[in-house]
């Protein structure tokens, strides 16, 4: 979703339908932001102050009083006592004069007379609060961070302070008297510059700016620059609200009604055009999170917000403000200047110029209602579409950067993350679909609060309205809470359909014990053709391996076998799984010897799980399905994974419990089977024979065949052309067979050497040895695999006890 792309793009790239879904958003966005960007900001980023130099009074350890103006052999003297300024480059606190050159000298070495410098102070504050367009009621306090000392060339590049505490709003810069030419400061917000200084003045000059502005001070040409340098802290609270031309709120409220009411096709959607759920402004300032509240806004985030909640109160709409994180890839070329942000937590160095936006995304969360109060069961990832702003995330600073060299397919690429704040409002009469969407947690707490107050009607009715846009949200919300929940709400509401259709995204892997018991009321209330369509969309999509929610097979059919619906779910889901299973199976065809003990190695855990699940409700009918499947000469499992199986499933179970899974047919086949092969003589060390697997039809697959299965031959050139090369290779590697392959490339075509290898009698060893392991320990479980007289029980898959 690229939020911050430009129009034109997006229109090249969309199809014609989309293009023209993609106009008509634009321009119901634009009518917004124009109607936002003509509300007067009520004050600026930047402003200056000039103040009597007696009005303070400070010495410097090391260098004593200071007297005004600085003279350059004081200045001297202070440079003599400070050291190399540092700045922040990501986590690291790094020196680099290419970026800034100036002297520091800390704030625990400054001496200040603080009731005179505040005496003189104060009106200066309040004169700067009012033109950063702050509310009445509010103060500002001045926290003192460092000295600094510029030179003849010294400078400090583009850089943004961060907010060190939630209270900071701003920076002071508090410049001294003191000879000097050069040294403009210079300070960008919004596409928009103001330079102050650049030439000693008898005063002291008070430079001060919102926190999140990019500022530079440009090299001095001669003499020293000296400052102290603040923290501009916000004191109090607003009184009243702030006020905005009628106008201007008839022209927004406009644009906003228009934007609601029109129906507009959803980017990459097929659905029919609706009306859209939000409207999102991204505001122009950066506020941190215990930061960010409707009192404490800045400049013309206060007027704009106070215009929108005019808004939302004459259409009835819910508004919050949210914490938005927004992440953009560029298109970037290697720049020798970069953005700076001056912080040791945070802050990168670009150090590139960013050229096309490729892609961007967003998310909100920390919302935050209209009383203050925290909102955390909301987050959302909006839609472009929904997205309106005065102010591109490209003009602030980010607080992360990756920077990612060519890379094959695209050019050089800069990710960045930025974080700013937003607005966001949606009409109230659609707070329950548009709340459900963000939070589906939130939505079920409002059915179930709706159910425990009686009104069942208004329940199903509010759960019918979750149904259109449902499964998408539902698949995202995580925890096991959600889904027990859901379904104890599904319950109550005695719903057929509704509970199908609320059901459907969560899949059964998401049962938890707890849920199964609800979910099994659930089947005895709504009957098996209701289950069997449920698990039929749980488990629609093709798999070539078993499912993930198998491992919890035992335990549901051990809770659905109580009643007689849930009994018969859980014979069909043994006997759909078992069927399953064996049609995988079938498609993997005869493989070679150490292939298929790879393959079925993997399905030792849904083989032990269908097992267990069989013995809890007695289903002996699949279980002997399955075991036939298991044994037969076609589709058997290689010995070494059927005693593998077999340990598995008496791992942890007293021989009782193992007998009642009735694999006593398995065992006997498998002590059988390795009998007769330990029986059998040894390879003799002439038979170079190798069983070959089934592969294809081709003339290439029966020449190389014949040449696995001649006992006398061990080497095999083959002139073959590169394709068929390649297909005899893929054979050979793919089941592990011990053949080595060169070619020799010489001559047209080049000739294909095929060896058999002496790991071919390396494995029969390693063969045999397992087999005569594996025999000991069968003999030691005989009385746990002899036949069970056990029959006609429902047990439990841990204890072996009768629940039925």
């Known amino acids: 979703m690229n939020i911050l792309m430009t129009r034109a793009t997006a229109r090249r790239q969309a199809p014609d339908r989309a293009e023209q879904e993609a106009v008509k958003a634009e321009v119901l966005l634009r009518g917004v932001t124009a109607a936002l960007a003509a509300i007067a900001t009520g004050g600026t980023f930047a402003t200056e102050v000039r103040l009597s130099a007696g009005g303070l009074r400070l010495a410097v350890e090391g260098v004593g009083p200071l007297r005004s103006p600085i003279s350059a052999a004081v200045a001297k003297q202070l440079i003599a006592v400070a050291r190399p300024a540092p700045f922040g480059r990501g986590e690291r606190t790094v020196y680099d004069r290419s970026v800034r050159d100036t002297w520091e000298i800390e704030a625990r070495r400054i001496e200040i007379e603080e009731p005179r410098w505040q005496h003189a102070l104060a009106p200066a504050l309040e004169t700067i609060r009012e033109r950063l367009g702050l509310p009445e009621g509010v103060r500002l306090a001045a926290k003192?961070?460092?000295?600094?000392?510029?030179?003849?060339?010294?400078?400090?590049?583009?850089?943004?302070d961060s907010e060190r505490s939630d209270d900071m709003v701003g920076s002071l810069v508090v410049e001294l008297p003191s000879r000097h030419e050069g040294g403009e400061f210079v300070v960008r917000h919004d596409q928009e510059n103001k330079t102050f200084g650049g030439a000693a003045t008898k005063d002291i000059t008070l430079l001060a700016f919102y926190a999140d502005c990019h500022h530079e001070a440009r090299p001095?040409?001669?003499?020293?620059?000296?400052?102290?340098?603040?923290?501009?802290?916000?004191?109090?609270?607003?009184?009243?609200?702030?006020?905005?031309?009628?106008?201007?709120?008839?022209?927004?409220?406009?644009?906003?009604?228009?934007?609601?009411?029109?129906p507009v096709m959803h980017r990459y959607e097929r659905s029919a055009p609706r009306r859209p759920d939000r409207l999102i402004y991204l505001l122009d300032h950066e506020y941190t999170e215990k930061g960010l509240s409707w009192e404490h806004l800045k400049?013309?985030?206060?007027?704009?917000?106070?215009?929108?909640?005019?808004?939302?109160?004459?259409?009835?709409?819910?508004?919050?403000?949210?914490?938005?994180?927004?992440?953009?890839?560029?298109?970037?070329?290697?720049?020798?200047?970069?953005?700076?942000?001056?912080?040791?937590?945070?802050?990168?160095?670009?150090?590139?110029?960013?050229?096309d936006l490729i892609d961007d995304d967003i998310s909100l969360e920390h919302f935050v209602d209209p009383d203050g109060r925290a909102a955390p069961d909301l987050r959302i990832e909006p839609?472009?579409?929904?997205?309106?702003?005065?102010?591109?995330?490209?003009?602030?600073?980010?607080?992360?950067?990756?920077?990612?060299?060519?890379?094959?397919?695209?050019?050089?690429?800069?990710?960045?993350?930025?974080?700013?704040?937003?607005l966001v409002m949606w009409p109230r009469a659609r707070d329950f679909t548009i709340r459900a969407a963000m939070s589906p947690s939130w939505a079920v707490e409002q059915l179930a609060a709706l159910v425990k107050a009686g009104s069942l009607a208004d329940a199903r009715a509010r759960a019918d309205e979750l149904v259109p846009d449902w499964d998408p949200v539902a698949r995202r919300e995580g925890g096991a809470a959600f889904v027990s929940n859901v379904l104890k709400v599904l319950v109550s509401l005695e719903d057929a359909r509704l509970s199908l259709a609320l059901l459907s995204p969560l899949e059964p892997a998401?049962?938890?014990?707890?849920?199964?018991?609800?979910?099994?009321?659930?089947?005895?209330?709504?009957?098996?053709?209701?289950?069997?369509?449920?698990?039929?969309?749980?488990?629609?999509?093709?798999?070539?391996?078993?499912?993930?929610?198998?491992?919890?097979?035992?335990?549901?059919?051990?809770?659905?076998?109580?009643?007689?619906?849930?009994?018969?779910?859980?014979?069909?889901?043994?006997?759909r799984e078992v069927d399953a299973y064996?049609?995988?199976?079938?498609?993997?065809?005869?493989?070679?010897?150490?292939?298929?003990?790879?393959?079925?190695?993997?399905?030792?855990?849904?083989?032990?799980?269908?097992?267990?699940?069989?013995?809890?409700?007695?289903?002996?009918?699949?279980?002997?399905?399955?075991?036939?499947f298991l044994i037969a000469p076609e589709t058997a499992l290689p010995l070494a994974s059927a005693g593998a199986l077999l340990m598995r499933v008496e791992d942890g179970r007293t021989p009782e419990m193992v007998r009642t899974l009735g694999l006593?047919?398995?065992?006997?086949?498998?002590?059988?089977?390795?009998?007769?092969?330990?029986?059998?003589?040894?390879?003799?060390?002439?038979?170079?024979?190798?069983?070959?697997?089934?592969?294809?039809?081709?003339?290439?697959?029966?020449?190389?065949?014949?040449?696995?299965?001649?006992?006398?031959?061990?080497?095999?050139?083959?002139?073959?052309?590169?394709?068929?090369?390649?297909?005899?290779?893929?054979?050979?590697?793919?089941?592990?067979?011990?053949?080595?392959?060169?070619?020799?490339?010489?001559?047209?075509?080049?000739?294909?050497?095929?060896?058999?290898?002496?790991?071919?009698?390396?494995?029969?060893?390693?063969?045999?040895?397992?087999?005569?392991?594996?025999?000991?320990?069968?003999?030691?479980?005989?009385?746990?695999?002899?036949?069970?007289?056990?029959?006609?029980?429902?047990?439990?898959?841990?204890?072996?006890?009768?629940?039925?």
Request: glycine share 6%; charged share 30%; net charge positive.
């Open 144 to 160: 003192l961070d460092k000295m600094l000392v510029y030179g003849p060339g010294q400078f400090f590049a583009p850089h943004q």
């Open 220 to 262: 001095v040409r001669s003499g020293h620059r000296i400052i102290l340098t603040y923290h501009l802290l916000r004191r109090g609270k607003a009184k009243g609200e702030a006020t905005v031309r009628p106008v201007d709120v008839d022209r927004l409220q406009a644009g906003v009604e228009t934007y609601f009411a029109t």
């Open 299 to 355: 400049g013309a985030d206060r007027l704009r917000v106070a215009a929108l909640r005019e808004v939302t109160a004459r259409l009835d709409c819910e508004v919050y403000l949210a914490l938005a994180e927004v992440h953009e890839t560029w298109s970037a070329d290697e720049d020798s200047r970069g953005w700076y942000d001056d912080d040791e937590e945070t802050g990168d160095v670009d150090g590139y110029s960013l050229t």
């Open 383 to 422: 839609d472009r579409d929904e997205i309106c702003f005065t102010r591109a995330s490209v003009d602030m600073s980010p607080f992360k950067s990756e920077y990612e060299g060519y890379m094959g397919n695209y050019g050089n690429t800069m990710e960045r993350w930025y974080r700013r704040a937003a």
């Open 510 to 575: 998401r049962l938890s014990p707890r849920s199964m018991l609800t979910f099994a009321a659930l089947v005895e209330r709504h009957g098996l053709a209701w289950a069997k369509e449920l698990f039929s969309v749980w488990t629609q999509a093709e798999r070539y391996d078993a499912p993930p929610w198998l491992s919890l097979l035992p335990q549901l059919c051990q809770v659905l076998a109580v009643g007689p619906q849930g009994r018969a779910l859980a014979e069909w889901l043994v006997s």
């Open 582 to 628: 064996m049609q995988r199976r079938a498609r993997h065809g005869k493989l070679s010897r150490v292939l298929a003990e790879e393959q079925a190695s993997g399905d030792l855990d849904a083989l032990s799980k269908m097992f267990e699940a069989a013995g809890v409700i007695r289903a002996s009918v699949s279980r002997d399905e399955l075991v036939a």
């Open 664 to 804: 006593h047919r398995l065992y006997r086949h498998v002590v059988d089977s390795i009998e007769r092969s330990l029986a059998a003589p040894e390879r003799d060390p002439g038979d170079w024979s190798i069983e070959p697997p089934v592969s294809c039809a081709c003339v290439l697959c029966e020449e190389l065949s014949a040449f696995l299965r001649a006992r006398e031959r061990i080497r095999h050139p083959w002139p073959l052309a590169k394709d068929a090369r390649r297909h005899v290779h893929g054979i050979l590697d793919h089941n592990r067979l011990p053949v080595s392959h060169k070619t020799i490339r010489q001559g047209r075509p080049y000739t294909l050497v095929l060896t058999k290898t002496n790991e071919l009698f390396k494995r029969d060893k390693a063969e045999r040895a397992r087999q005569r392991e594996l025999l000991v320990w069968l003999k030691r479980q005989q009385g746990a695999f002899s036949p069970s007289s056990v029959k006609g029980r429902v047990t439990d898959a841990k204890t072996g006890r009768s629940i039925a």
